[in-house]
Protein backbone atom coordinates (compact mmCIF):
# COMPACT_ATOMS: atom_id res chain seq x y z
CA UNK A 1 0.00 0.00 0.00
CA UNK A 2 2.94 2.35 0.64
CA UNK A 3 1.36 4.81 3.25
CA UNK A 4 4.72 6.09 4.44
CA UNK A 5 6.01 6.63 1.01
CA UNK A 6 2.72 8.56 0.48
CA UNK A 7 3.25 10.39 3.55
CA UNK A 8 6.62 11.12 2.28
CA UNK A 9 5.11 12.46 -0.82
CA UNK A 10 2.39 14.45 0.58
CA UNK A 11 5.45 16.53 2.81
CA UNK A 12 6.98 17.23 -0.24
CA UNK A 13 10.41 15.10 0.39
CA UNK A 14 11.72 12.20 -1.69
CA UNK A 15 13.48 9.29 -0.61
CA UNK A 16 15.71 9.87 -2.80
CA UNK A 17 18.77 7.42 -4.73
CA UNK A 18 18.58 3.57 -3.38
CA UNK A 19 21.38 3.48 -0.90
CA UNK A 20 25.11 2.75 -3.04
CA UNK A 21 25.91 -0.76 -2.49
CA UNK A 22 29.44 -0.46 -3.55
CA UNK A 23 32.27 -0.64 -1.00
CA UNK A 24 32.89 -2.74 2.42
CA UNK A 25 29.51 -2.11 4.12
CA UNK A 26 25.89 -2.84 3.98
CA UNK A 27 23.57 0.20 3.50
CA UNK A 28 21.25 -1.99 6.15
CA UNK A 29 21.52 -5.05 8.05
CA UNK A 30 18.76 -6.75 9.82
CA UNK A 31 18.73 -8.90 12.43
CA UNK A 32 15.22 -10.50 14.14
CA UNK A 33 13.15 -7.47 14.02
CA UNK A 34 15.78 -4.50 13.86
CA UNK A 35 17.17 -2.92 11.24
CA UNK A 36 20.34 -0.85 11.71
CA UNK A 37 21.50 1.80 9.25
CA UNK A 38 24.97 2.31 8.10
CA UNK A 39 25.67 6.63 8.90
CA UNK A 40 24.04 8.61 5.86
CA UNK A 41 25.54 11.89 5.39
CA UNK A 42 23.40 15.28 3.67
CA UNK A 43 24.70 16.63 0.67
CA UNK A 44 25.75 19.85 2.40
CA UNK A 45 29.00 20.54 3.40
CA UNK A 46 30.95 22.50 5.80
CA UNK A 47 31.61 23.20 9.71
CA UNK A 48 28.00 24.06 11.62
CA UNK A 49 28.76 27.26 13.26
CA UNK A 50 30.71 28.23 10.50
CA UNK A 51 30.39 28.56 6.78
CA UNK A 52 26.87 26.76 7.55
CA UNK A 53 24.26 27.59 9.81
CA UNK A 54 22.09 25.70 12.18
CA UNK A 55 19.11 25.94 10.26
CA UNK A 56 20.91 24.93 7.09
CA UNK A 57 22.53 21.91 9.15
CA UNK A 58 18.84 21.52 10.12
CA UNK A 59 17.40 21.04 6.81
CA UNK A 60 20.75 18.41 5.76
CA UNK A 61 19.56 16.40 9.02
CA UNK A 62 16.35 15.58 7.36
CA UNK A 63 17.53 15.01 4.07
CA UNK A 64 20.30 12.45 6.08
CA UNK A 65 17.14 10.76 7.86
CA UNK A 66 15.50 10.16 4.76
CA UNK A 67 18.48 8.67 3.06
CA UNK A 68 18.32 6.36 6.27
CA UNK A 69 14.99 5.40 5.21
CA UNK A 70 15.91 4.91 1.85
CA UNK A 71 18.42 1.97 3.19
CA UNK A 72 15.80 0.44 5.45
CA UNK A 73 13.42 0.31 2.06
CA UNK A 74 15.98 -1.39 0.61
CA UNK A 75 16.49 -3.99 3.19
CA UNK A 76 12.91 -4.80 4.07
CA UNK A 77 10.89 -3.73 0.62
CA UNK A 78 8.55 -1.94 2.30
CA UNK A 79 8.64 1.12 4.96
CA UNK A 80 4.70 0.44 6.06
CA UNK A 81 6.62 -2.73 8.01
CA UNK A 82 8.35 0.02 10.48
CA UNK A 83 6.48 -0.60 13.29
CA UNK A 84 8.95 1.93 15.50
CA UNK A 85 11.76 4.22 14.88
CA UNK A 86 13.96 2.88 18.16
CA UNK A 87 17.23 5.10 17.69
CA UNK A 88 18.61 7.89 16.26
CA UNK A 89 22.80 8.75 16.30
CA UNK A 90 22.96 12.31 14.51
CA UNK A 91 26.78 13.29 14.31
CA UNK A 92 27.39 17.32 13.44
CA UNK A 93 30.02 18.45 12.10
CA UNK A 94 30.96 21.34 14.12
CA UNK A 95 33.20 24.94 14.12
CA UNK A 96 34.78 25.46 17.17
CA UNK A 97 32.18 26.31 20.05
CA UNK A 98 28.93 25.11 18.16
CA UNK A 99 26.97 23.37 21.13
CA UNK A 100 23.56 23.12 19.83
CA UNK A 101 23.60 19.67 18.10
CA UNK A 102 20.50 18.72 19.68
CA UNK A 103 18.85 21.70 17.50
CA UNK A 104 20.23 20.55 14.11
CA UNK A 105 19.24 16.88 14.79
CA UNK A 106 16.49 17.33 15.47
CA UNK A 107 15.81 18.37 11.65
CA UNK A 108 15.47 14.73 11.71
CA UNK A 109 13.46 14.00 14.68
CA UNK A 110 10.71 16.12 13.60
CA UNK A 111 10.39 14.69 10.25
CA UNK A 112 10.22 11.05 11.83
CA UNK A 113 7.73 12.57 13.78
CA UNK A 114 5.65 13.89 10.63
CA UNK A 115 6.44 10.41 8.76
CA UNK A 116 5.46 8.16 11.45
CA UNK A 117 3.47 9.80 13.89
CA UNK A 118 4.16 9.75 17.72
CA UNK A 119 3.73 6.43 18.10
CA UNK A 120 5.90 4.94 15.66
CA UNK A 121 8.15 7.68 15.39
CA UNK A 122 9.40 8.22 18.59
CA UNK A 123 12.53 7.10 19.67
CA UNK A 124 15.66 7.97 21.77
CA UNK A 125 18.47 9.93 20.33
CA UNK A 126 21.99 10.75 20.88
CA UNK A 127 23.11 14.28 19.00
CA UNK A 128 26.92 14.33 19.17
CA UNK A 129 29.53 17.33 17.40
CA UNK A 130 32.56 16.32 16.02
CA UNK A 131 35.36 17.61 14.16
CA UNK A 132 34.92 15.74 10.78
CA UNK A 133 32.46 13.86 9.07
CA UNK A 134 32.93 11.75 5.45
CA UNK A 135 33.64 14.60 2.31
CA UNK A 136 33.18 17.10 4.93
CA UNK A 137 29.32 16.30 5.01
CA UNK A 138 27.47 18.70 7.76
CA UNK A 139 25.40 15.92 8.98
CA UNK A 140 26.02 12.21 9.14
CA UNK A 141 23.00 10.04 10.98
CA UNK A 142 22.24 6.04 11.48
CA UNK A 143 19.31 4.83 12.72
CA UNK A 144 17.61 1.76 14.37
CA UNK A 145 14.06 0.51 12.96
CA UNK A 146 12.35 -2.15 14.83
CA UNK A 147 9.98 -4.25 11.37
CA UNK A 148 7.02 -6.55 11.88
CA UNK A 149 7.83 -9.73 9.21
Known amino acids: MALIEDRIRELGWS ?5 DQRGKLAPAVRTGNLVYTSGNTCRLTGKVGGDVTAEQ ?6 EAILRCLAAVKWRIG ?8 VKLLGLVNCAA ?8 INGATDALLEIFGP ?12 YQL ?16
Open 15 to 19: LGEPP
Open 57 to 62: AYEGAR
Open 78 to 85: DLDRVTRV
Open 97 to 104: GFYNTPAV
Open 119 to 130: ERGWHARSAIGV
Open 134 to 149: PGNAAVEIEMIVEVAD
